[in-house]
């Protein structure tokens, strides 16, 4: 699958971002290795601190499908930021290596890292 296709998802899944408290969209597309997309979007809660990032809801949502070996990671956000240290752990847990696309709002990447260099020296599943 083309990058552009991947940003593409992201992007459409903008208008879906549950964000009524923050105001700061934030959506996700997560290609697996067998080629399929999927995507989040953040979901807020009036109990602020039950927030879950687009990155979650996207890793979240692929293994509930049965898909935990993963690809790329599209992430757009305003400014075309890096995802948090929550989302970085999670992801680590199934992908170390996860290549993430950083995408401003108007769909132009902005960063482009590896897992790995974003969460350096991780623990995970090999730690215990
Ligand atoms: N957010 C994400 O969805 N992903 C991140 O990696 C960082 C932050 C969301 C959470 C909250 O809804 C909003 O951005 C502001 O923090």
Do not use: W
Not at 40 to 50: D, I, M, R
Not at 83 to 111: D, H, S, T, Y
């Amino acid at each position: 699958m083309k990058d552009q296709e991947l940003i593409d998802a992201a992007m459409a899944a903008q208008q879906c971002c549950y964000c009524p408290y923050s105001s700061f969209p934030v959506s996700a597309a997560l290609l697996t290795s067998s080629g399929k997309v999927f995507t989040g979007v953040n979901v807020e809660n009036a109990s602020y601190g039950l927030t879950i990032c687009a990155e979650r809801v996207a890793v979240g949502t692929a293994v509930a499908a049965g898909e935990r070996s993963f690809e790329t990671l599209v992430v757009v956000v305003k400014g075309g930021g890096s995802p948090c240290g929550a989302c970085r752990q999670v992801l680590n847990e199934f992908a170390p290596k996860l290549r993430i696309l950083m995408v401003n709002q108007e769909g132009e990447i902005v960063q482009e890292a590896n897992l790995d260099d974003l969460l350096p020296q991780a623990f995970g599943p090999h730690s215990l």
